[in-house]
């Protein structure tokens, strides 16, 4: 290219001072790029003077080598800075135009929830698993010789007539129109597993059975035909009421909480001797703090050891049963009975996954 | 339950002048005496004692003739006149007995009487009646409503009658400001079924000084004429031939014979508030007093008019057939274990039934406005059998109640002539000296007590001498035992419930304080200690599992009946035989327990989709119960021995299988993903989901066998179910409900479920540690094979083949396109799988995938499956 072949170096430097001026107003890739193109392209007065270097003197060629350097690198550095000044911004400029609603509810498979009843079961067998005990597990429909007769109940009494328990047809009686006795209950009380564990697990013993019962109550806003206990029984060589008070209040704790305590009245169960209803002091009772009423317990009466073939002057033990619906309806403040039992999922759906 | 009037307890214990119901309730629940309510007074004032200034008859145009009085009632309730001056007030009385002179009971505006009865100033028979005259009905102290209360004649000694002023608070004379507390008495102390034992029990928990007022009773009842001999006041015969287990139904019978009572003795006003405040209502005096008696002691009574009775009195079982028709007017057709008082008209000995011993008289023998010569019987009847006679005819009564739970066996003498000294006080009878008294009570066994015993069973250190001062106290005879730290102990007659060593221990602890025993904490069982069980952890993993999923897990009743087998498709013939069926259902329609958990769970679904809830997926794990007709009958065993193995054996043989199940239902949208794209209806997909995450939760191997249409099982839908089964274990069904089901049940159609034996799919997991595969790290060869296949062929049994084909180099298998359509023949579809060999110890090679495909294709072909291309 003629003229090309003289190496001006105040026209470049100029040159260069334009470029880098444009390079720091420039905003876009684009600009940018075009300022290159113009600025240290193949036809722009850099590349000219560079070029133009070759047809210089020894000395000069030195001193012009040193000057384009220095002109190449300011270049370069301007446009390094701006190119990744401007790639921020584009890129800040892409993802804003990308930003959406983060309190849309989002939820492609929702959770689904535990009742709160067996949740509650789990909890209480947690607290027995933690003493060391074990949690057994017997038949709903039950032989009222386990239900009762083992249990120091005898034949006359009144827990045994027909209005306060399921008494189950046997074979025997399908073609009769009356009931004819099969000696078979849905079992009354979690009780029954008593003398079941105490036989096929031998002594000492501590068992926790909570599980499914049922009475002939109509449901109502207390009652409910088909409830749930957890029974607890131990026997061993040397237990005493003071060990079923130290259970009994650490249960109370783990229900209730630590200010909760439980406290024993007098009273009178066929299984127990002596008995005991056992009252919860409750923290969060409304109308303020105080006693309510959440079981029975007592020490094994020597009847039953003696029904499991224990001897009761070797061996001690305690009993004691609450109910854990009633547990519940105290717990988390539910007024009706009938919100436990419907299945209404409104109403399990408050629980989620725990209680 | 029985009311304590702390105004009758006073008669036995001393009590704090100030002693409040909320207090006495506080005293009583320490020693076991349950507070049931305090019943507030259902009257508010004020009420005030009149002066009957002037009565002026004014008969009326309806042929009545009332009083208009002027009453004064006390310079803070009388009237203002015109000049400022206190006047009596303005009241119109209707009463007969209304009179000039008399001090009466004014219930002024603004008190309110039983019944919600206010009291206001109301215009009537031209006059302005500025407050009301009271009879004992309108205050609720008793029935009678013939008169007002003149109270110059009511129960109040003269010198208490003169000295009552207008004006006085008549609310505090009546008592009917008081309270009554209600306690609850457990089974086994019918003694504090009486003052005489409540009185004991508050003495136990307060201290406070008690009398017993059997003593004093007993001092002076005369020698009775016992059996055998002659003399008495009646022969009276104890006949027993169907003793209930062995117990003759009446151990002693004690008559006495009151003559000259006069019938027209009205029940003295005191007697008849103490029996209202208790419940009961006032009859007659005789009858009031048997009623005060047993109140009072505890010891039911039966008064018959002497002169209807023949001797002898026998006590027997009534004969088949024979009918009797109650107080209440009741005909009861009576069994041969009932007992009956009976007498002997004629000559004809037994042959007359007076009552129902112990539950309730007939209609024949009972006391009357005639009465003139009172036959008074205090006896002592088995528990069992008034027990059993109360509920075979429905007629608990006041007596039974207590004869249930055990009457003093020694107290007959005492009650007898308390209730002689009534009817001699307040009727004017003349008691006979010469009672009778057939006895034939057993002596109480001693028991052989260890002083120790009560620190063994209840960890309390009572000295001994404490123990026995307790015992003593509780009525208790202590006497040395065979050796040092023991001791014989007699219980008193009035506690048939102390039998035991145990029974011991209670009294002492409860009169120490069960508040005094320390707590401990029992021994950690490190070496039974194993903690929740597999199938115990493996429970709650499924429950987890399933609400982890999606589903809301529900808890049913286990009752099922027509409707539901009707709804499932159930032929009624063929469940119910192998249904346990209840024999006194709560509900009629639902006798029999569910052998699956759906129709009970359906019952659920269907609730919530009643309430407008949609898309409703639910699951429940329980119990279901199969009966087996041809299972042996359960034996009927004694409690306190320990049956024998074989015994024990026949007691769980006759037992139905009660396996552990889990169900869910599925219904309404499946995918809620809201704003987020569209839903999709539930069907068989997503049933076949939630089962089988719950199989891979518990590491099960479950593979679905698809029966041939007509061999699924009518509750499912023919071409969309499948048996969940482990190797060759049923473990229970999956897929559409049967579309008459959802139907029946008023489901969205496709709606699905799935029901699994979890007892059965447990047993089949061996609980051991899963054994890993090394990793290969050769390269995978990722190839698509995809085949068509006759549409009978399922794309599991597909898969197996291609499983089997590939052996250990194939890694994995995933079905990605089910296609029927326009590029398939009618009778075939198309199934692509995606696939990767591996081999575990080299590269594959192009001719060892090539050999991998060929096997394949050879394995495939006898399905009629073809590669295509």
């Known amino acids: 290219m003629a003229g090309s072949s003289t190496f001006d170096a105040e026209k470049v430097t100029d040159a260069v001072i334009e470029g880098i001026a444009k390079i720091k107003d420039a905003s876009t890739m684009e600009g940018l790029k075009a300022i290159k193109a113009q600025y240290a392209g193949a036809d722009s007065v850099m590349t000219q003077a560079s070029r133009a270097i070759g047809g210089l003197g020894k000395d000069e060629k030195k001193t012009a080598g040193q000057l384009m350097g220095k002109l190449r690198a300011d270049f370069g550095r301007a446009y390094g800075l701006k190119e990744s000044e401007v790639k921020a911004e584009d890129e800040a400029r892409k993802l804003g135009s990308e930003t959406v ?255 | 339950m029985p009311m304590i009037d702390i105004d009758w307890l006073k008669e036995h214990v001393e009590v704090p002048a100030d002693l409040t119901y909320e207090q006495l309730a506080k005293d009583l629940v320490r020693v076991g005496l349950e507070e049931e309510e305090i019943h507030a007074s259902q009257v508010t004032g004020p009420i005030v004692v009149g002066y009957v200034v002037d009565c002026t008859p004014e008969p009326q145009k309806n042929g009545k003739t009332i009083n208009w009085c002027h009453v004064d009632v006390g310079d803070e309730y009388n009237e203002t006149d015109e000049n400022g001056d206190k006047v009596p007030r303005g009241i119109v009385c209707g009463a007969p007995n209304m009179a000039a002179g008399e001090k009466v009971v004014v219930t002024l505006p603004g008190a309110v009487l039983p019944g919600d009865f206010k009291i206001e100033p109301r215009k009537t028979y031209g006059h302005i009646s500025n407050g009301m005259c009271a009879s004992e009905r309108e205050l609720g102290l008793g029935n009678d409503h013939n008169g007002i209360i003149l109270l110059n004649h009511y129960d109040l000694s003269k010198e208490e009658a003169e000295a009552l002023k207008p004006g006085d608070d008549a609310m505090h004379l009546l008592h009917l400001d008081q309270p009554v507390l209600e306690i609850n008495i457990t089974p086994d102390r019918g003694y504090t079924l009486s003052y005489r034992g409540v009185a004991r029990e508050y003495h136990h928990s307060t201290g406070a000084a008690y009398t017993d007022p059997v003593v004093a009773l007993n001092a002076k009842a005369p020698k009775p004429v016992v059996e055998g001999d002659n003399g008495g006041d009646v022969a009276v015969e104890i006949d027993d031939g169907n003793p209930i287990h062995g117990v003759p139904g009446c151990d002693r019978y004690y008559a006495r014979i009151v003559r000259g009572f006069n019938p027209d003795a009205p029940t003295p006003g005191w007697m008849r508030r103490r029996l209202i405040r208790a419940g009961m209502r006032s009859i007659s005096l005789a009858v009031d007093i048997t009623n005060y008696v047993m109140l009072d002691l505890g010891q039911p009574m039966h008064a018959y008019d002497l002169d209807k009775i023949e001797g002898p009195i026998v006590v027997r079982r009534a004969n088949a057939g024979e009918h009797l028709t109650t107080l209440d007017g009741k005909d009861h057709e009576l069994s041969p274990e009932d007992l009956l008082i009976t007498d002997s008209p004629n000559g004809v000995r037994a042959s007359r039934i007076l009552g129902l011993a112990g539950v309730m008289g007939g209609l024949y023998g009972e006391v009357t406005a005639e009465t003139r010569n009172v036959f008074v019987e205090a006896a002592h009847f088995d528990q069992v059998t008034i027990a059993r006679s109360a509920r075979r005819h429905k007629t608990p009564s006041e007596a039974s109640k207590r004869f249930e739970r055990g009457v003093d066996d020694q107290l007959q003498p005492a009650a007898a002539q308390m209730a002689a000294d009534l009817l001699a006080s307040c009727g004017g009878g003349t008691p006979s000296d010469t009672p009778v008294d057939v006895d034939r009570t057993q002596a109480r066994t001693r028991i052989d007590f260890r002083l120790t015993e009560t620190k063994r069973l209840t960890g309390l250190d009572t000295s001994d001498e404490r123990i026995r001062q307790i015992l003593e106290d509780i009525g208790c005879a202590v006497s040395e035992g065979a050796e040092p730290g023991r001791i014989l102990v007699l219980p008193p007659s009035w506690r048939p419930d102390l039998n035991d060593p145990c029974d011991l221990v209670e009294e002492v602890a409860r009169l120490v304080g069960y508040d005094e025993i320390p707590v401990t904490m029992p021994p950690a069982p490190v070496e039974s200690s194993i903690g929740l069980t597999p199938n115990q952890l493996r429970q709650r993993q499924v429950a987890d599992e399933l609400a982890e999923y999606g589903l809301v897990e529900t808890l049913s009743y286990p009752f099922v009946g027509s409707a539901d087998f009707k709804a499932f498709g159930y032929d009624e013939d063929d469940i119910e035989p192998v249904s346990v069926e209840v024999a006194n259902p709560l509900a009629g329609d639902r006798p029999y327990l569910r052998r699956t958990i759906l129709p009970t769970l359906a019952q659920t679904v269907q609730r919530n989709i009643r309430r407008g809830i949609e898309d409703v997926s639910l699951y429940e794990l329980g119990h279901v119960y199969l009966w087996d007709p041809n299972a042996p009958a359960i034996p009927a065993l004694p409690g306190g021995v320990k049956p024998t193995d074989d015994q024990l054996e026949a007691l769980d043989a006759g037992l139905p299988e009660q396996p552990l199940h889990v169900a869910a239902i599925l219904t309404g949208k499946a995918v809620e993903t809201g704003w987020l794209g569209e839903r999709r209806a539930v069907d068989w997909t997503d049933a076949v989901e939630a089962m089988r995450r719950v199989a891979d939760r518990l590491g099960a191997k479950v593979q679905l066998d698809q029966p041939r249409s007509r061999d699924v099982p009518a509750q499912w839908h023919p071409g969309r179910a499948a048996k969940v089964m482990v190797g060759d274990v049923f473990v229970g069904m999956v897929g559409e409900l049967h579309p008459h089901v959802n139907e029946a049940l008023g489901f969205p159609e496709h709606s699905a479920a799935f029901e699994l034996d979890l007892t059965a799919l447990f047993s089949t997991l061996n609980g051991k540690p899963v054994q890993a595969k090394p990793i290969s790290t050769f390269p995978p060869v990722k190839q698509d094979l995809a085949f068509s296949v006759p549409k009978t062929i399922s794309a599991e049994q597909l898969k197996q083949a291609i499983v089997e084909a590939a052996g250990d180099d194939l890694e994995s298998i995933e079905l990605f396109d089910v296609y029927t359509g326009d590029q398939m023949e009618s009778d075939e579809k198309s199934l692509a799988y995606a696939v990767v060999f591996r081999s575990p110890d080299r590269t594959l090679q192009a001719a060892d995938t090539e050999a991998l495909r060929a096997a394949i294709v050879e394995k495939a072909a006898p399905l009629g499956a073809q590669l295509r291309a």
């Open chain 1, 101 to 355: 609603d983060m309190t849309l509810p989002v939820n492609r498979k929702p959770i689904g929830s535990r009742h709160p009843l067996p949740k509650l079961m789990e909890d209480v067998e947690d607290l027995f698993i933690s003493m060391g005990w074990q949690i057994s597990e017997g038949p709903e429909v039950e032989t009222e010789w386990y239900d009762f007769d083992a249990l120091n109940f005898g034949p006359d009494h009144p827990a045994r007539q027909m209005q306060d328990t399921f008494y189950v047809k046997g074979n025997q009686a399908r073609d009769a129109a009356g009931f004819v006795g099969s000696n078979m209950v849905l079992r009354t009380q979690t009780s029954s597993d008593q003398v079941r564990g105490l036989i096929a697990r031998g002594v000492p013993l501590y068992i926790a059975s909570p599980g499914r019962v049922f009475r002939t109550d109509e449901l109502d806003a207390t009652h409910t035909p088909v409830f749930h206990q957890c029974e607890a029984l131990a026997v061993d060589k040397n237990l005493t009421m003071g060990d079923l008070k130290g259970v009994l209040d650490k249960l109370a704790v783990t229900m209730f909480g630590p200010e909760a305590k439980s406290r024993l009245r007098p009273s009178y169960f066929p299984f127990t001797e002596p008995s005991a209803e056992l009252d919860l002091w409750f923290p969060d009772k409304k109308g303020g703090p105080g006693w309510i009423e959440w079981g029975g317990c007592g020490m094994v009466n020597p009847n039953v050891l003696r029904s499991a073939g224990i001897d009761p002057d070797v061996y001690t033990g305690f009993a004691f049963g609450v109910g854990m619906e009633r547990t519940l309806l105290l717990r988390h403040d539910i007024n009706d009975m009938h919100d436990l039992v419907e299945g209404d999922v409104r109403f399990s759906k408050q629980f989620v996954m725990g209680e």
